[in-house]
């Protein structure tokens, strides 16, 4: 009984200190610190420190290895039998699957496609195929796929293995892409060998992409190795960002307001480019510019968008030598041209 009246007083105790920390927390001031405050080192540090650290159980990690070889010859029936193989789980899976397809596929012809280069394009294919004595010089996808797609070698073992690491990589996630990779692998003679990492993979494909096109076999394959290739193409969120990295944040940024807010900051842009000399751009001159383009109505929805720049710390402002009200990105010539470039995509 002692203890019950012990247990109920503990629970009082809590739940008193609780709320008494909820009310003291909402009468405080919020905080005014940014993560711009923070004082961060060189990227090429971070990369050549964060390179020097050992690895840990490597011992067991070979072990794991070893035993997903075993597997390998079950993976090679299994693209036979017409299935796409999907690799997933903690770790970069590039060496596995590629040491994979260098011991065990050594009979078929091997296409390689990093999902995780920041360029890779679906879009742009080059060279020509042949069906037998007859030339295929046409570069659109659609005919390479309706090629792939036609009477081919009568023997089912008679494939082109098509290995796509990362295939849920920034470049690829558009749904084009996937449309595109999804005809692919069910074209008779194509196999799919893929990694993913992200965990909302999945969610690209919907049912009939599974199970009808890349009709894939999930195999749980944890490596547990760093992401030494992959992770050279994503910015290091403790590093200071290079001009191409500070100009894709902002661009994120952007791309979440609306199209009449880019064009806004587009003419911004375009007028600190060229007039570098210049301690920015008037507020009035950008209200009249907008105005002709129609990307505002008024000087009310001016403001709300300098509002979200602001916010967003895309866009400062200052007085020149006549008094007026200046807006400036805060961004290098460099970062600027190259977010342009990112935002006409």
């Known amino acids: ?39 961060i080192v060189d990227e090429q540090e971070l990369r050549e420190t964060a ?28 693209l036979r039998c017409g299935f796409g193989l999907l690799m997933y789980g903690f ?14 596929l050594t009979d078929y012809s091997v296409v390689v496609i990093n999902g995780y280069l920041p360029s890779v394009n679906l879009k742009q294919s080059s060279g020509s ?19 792939l797609h036609g009477p081919q070698s009568g023997d089912k073992d008679c494939f082109i293995c098509v ?12 749904p084009e892409s996937q449309q595109t990779l999804a005809r692919l692998s069910s074209c008779s003679h194509i196999r799919l060998v893929a990694s993913i990492d992200h965990v909302n993979a999945p969610l690209l494909w919907d049912k009939k992409m599974v199970h009808k096109q890349f009709n894939w076999l999930w195999h749980h394959v944890p490596t547990f190795a760093p992401y030494n290739v992959e992770g050279v193409f994503f910015p ?26 880019q064009n806004v900051f587009k003419i911004l842009a375009e007028y600190q480019l060229s007039h ?28 709300s968008h300098l509002t979200e720049f602001k916010d967003h710390e895309l866009v400062k402002t200052k007085r020149n030598s006549d008094g007026q009200e200046c807006l400036n990105i805060p961004l290098t010539s460099d970062a600027i041209r190259q977010l342009l470039l990112d935002l006409n995509q």
């Open 1 to 39: 009984m002692e203890d019950i009246e012990n247990i109920e007083e503990d629970e009082y105790g809590f739940s008193r200190n609780y709320f008494l920390a909820k009310e003291l927390g909402g009468a405080s001031k919020r905080s005014a610190h940014k993560l711009s405050d923070i004082h």
């Open 51 to 78: 390179s020097t650290i050992e690895m840990k159980h490597s011992k067991e990690i070979s072990e794991l290895m070893s035993d997903y070889k075993t597997m390998y010859s079950k993976w090679v029936f299994e």
């Open 91 to 104: 770790g970069s899976k590039k060496a596995l699957v590629e040491d994979f397809a260098s011991a065990s």
């Open 129 to 147: 195929l042949s069906k037998g004595q007859e030339t295929f010089p046409s570069r659109s996808m659609d005919d390479i796929l309706s090629f």
């Open 163 to 174: 290995v796509v690491h990362n295939i849920d990589g920034p470049a690829l996630r558009d």
């Open 236 to 261: 290091l969120v403790l590093a200071q960002g290079s001009t191409a990295q500070t100009a894709k944040t902002a661009a994120i940024v952007l791309q979440s307001l609306t199209p009449n807010g």
């Open 276 to 303: 570098p000399d210049e301690d920015g751009m008037p507020t009035d001159d950008l209200y009249s510019a907008s105005r002709e383009r129609f990307f505002v109505s008024s000087q009310v929805t001016l403001n």
